[in-house]
């Protein structure tokens, strides 16, 4: 999580969306930075306005902007997957070596996935029922909408490094695992339209 104080300019970390990057960019520029423990890096939409997001703009005498980025739901799965091949996994429940792609999405779907398959759901990170939501979401797949955005925000060029880049695998998916992803996660791949619709 990045937070902007003089901009009133937040910015979560959704998982897997290519945050490390950018927070590597702009570290030095932002006043609050937050990137470990995992839980408070990537605090959701829910938690921020529950927390954070009362806390600095009482401080800060007024609104901050919310902004996050969403990738497309089978391609995050797919980086998730990928991730958890490395060599240098911590735990090893929640390694993915040995397990095609297939069978880890379909661990996703069940209802207790193991732990390798439990990385939660886009939508649920970045919506709050009822209650304030973000001011802007952008597409993993046009990261430069979101430069340009925070380029003008922030009055600077932005490069991005190739940070956290996950080993290659085979995302090979049958037809019918594809079916019950887009059944299970059908919240994410909503939101994930929405946001085409608006961006081409």
């Known amino acids: 999580m990045l937070v902007f104080w003089h901009q009133r300019l937040t910015m979560l970390a959704t998982p897997k969306t290519g945050t490390t990057a950018i927070e590597s960019a702009l570290e030095s520029m932002a006043h609050v930075v937050i990137q470990r423990p995992p839980q408070l890096k990537h605090a959701s939409v829910r938690k921020y ?4 997001g009362p806390w600095l703009e009482s401080a800060a005498g ?5 902004i996050a980025t969403m990738r497309e739901p089978l391609d ?4 998730w997957y ?3 091949q490395r060599d240098d996994m911590n735990d090893d429940r929640k390694s993915t070596e040995g397990i095609t792609f297939d069978a880890f999405v379909r661990a996703y779907c069940s209802d ?16 709050a029922k009822g209650e304030r939501g973000l001011d802007h ?8 909408d979101l430069i340009t955005f925070l380029e003008d925000r922030l009055n600077c060029e932005i490069i991005l490094p190739r940070l956290n880049v996950s080993p290659k695998a085979d995302l090979a ?9 887009r059944k ?7 939101l994930y339209d929405t946001l085409c619709e608006k961006t081409g």
């Open 173 to 181: 998916l049958d037809p019918a695992t594809e079916r019950m992803l």
């Open 49 to 52: 306005h529950r927390f954070m």
């Open 112 to 127: 207790a996935p193991p732990a390798y398959a439990a990385v939660g759901a886009q939508a649920n990170f970045l919506q």
């Open 184 to 190: 299970f996660a059908a919240k994410d791949f909503a």
């Open 82 to 84: 990928r991730y958890r």
């Open 62 to 66: 007024g609104p901050f902007t919310l």
């Open 76 to 79: 995050w799965l797919g980086s």
């Open 137 to 144: 979401l952008f597409r993993y797949e046009r990261i430069e």
